[in-house]
């Protein structure tokens, strides 16, 4: 039988994330100042290690990103789980009779928008419209989001199960209950989403 999860539990995670999402953002820092990714070859044309950039430090910081973004997915995973525990739990009668989603902050600006949602896939099924503006996706909302990554992540991690989502619509707001699944299309949503540097405001 699962334990009570709590509110303060999921926060716990969500800055444990958040602790994460910094560090990471660090040593793409130290990329960002040698002007090299996470692919790029360390070496010249003649195999020798390039002049033009500190390899130490490219090579060091690549590792930890890696590293730091699988620590980012298993913490991303336990809040998806605890949040779905949750959510079962005041179902039940269980723990806070208030949505864990809204914690400490109501976030109401959106960071992303529909702007395609195919015939009969999950995100239809789930009464996703174009247009929607998403507000809040699972454990993701505009006081953690730092790309549009984090939603794939939410996505990759809770095939199978109920993602709570929630949606401006016609500047009214809509909660829906979206599970990411294999279908005829492509993808596990069968929808498409743009940033929210596009999103009219």
Request: glycine share 6%.
């Amino acid at each position: 039988m699962e334990a009570n999860v709590t509110r303060d539990s999921v926060l716990a995670l969500i800055h444990e994330k958040e602790k994460i999402e910094n560090e990471i953002s660090q040593f793409k820092s130290v990329l960002d100042r040698n002007s090299v990714g996470m692919t790029e070859a360390l070496v010249d044309d003649c195999g020798y290690p390039r002049q033009d950039i500190d390899v130490y430090q490219v090579r060091d910081a690549r590792h930890k990103i890696i590293c730091l973004m699988n620590d980012l997915k298993g913490v991303m995973l336990k809040i998806e789980q605890n949040l779905h525990i949750l959510h079962g739990q005041q179902r039940e009668g269980v723990g806070l009779p208030v949505d864990p989603s809204t914690s400490a902050v109501q976030h109401t600006e959106p960071i992303a928008r529909v702007n395609f949602v195919a015939p009969h896939s999950p995100a239809e099924e789930a009464g996703i419209c174009v247009e929607d503006l998403i507000v809040e996706f699972g454990s993701v909302n505009a006081g953690n989001l730092k790309s549009l990554q984090d939603i794939s992540t939410v996505v990759q991690h809770t095939q199978g199960r109920s993602v709570s989502i929630r949606v401006k619509r016609h500047d009214k707001m809509v909660r829906l209950s979206l599970t990411p699944h294999v279908w005829s299309g492509r993808g596990l949503l069968g929808c498409n989403i743009i940033p929210v540097e596009t999103v009219e405001r």
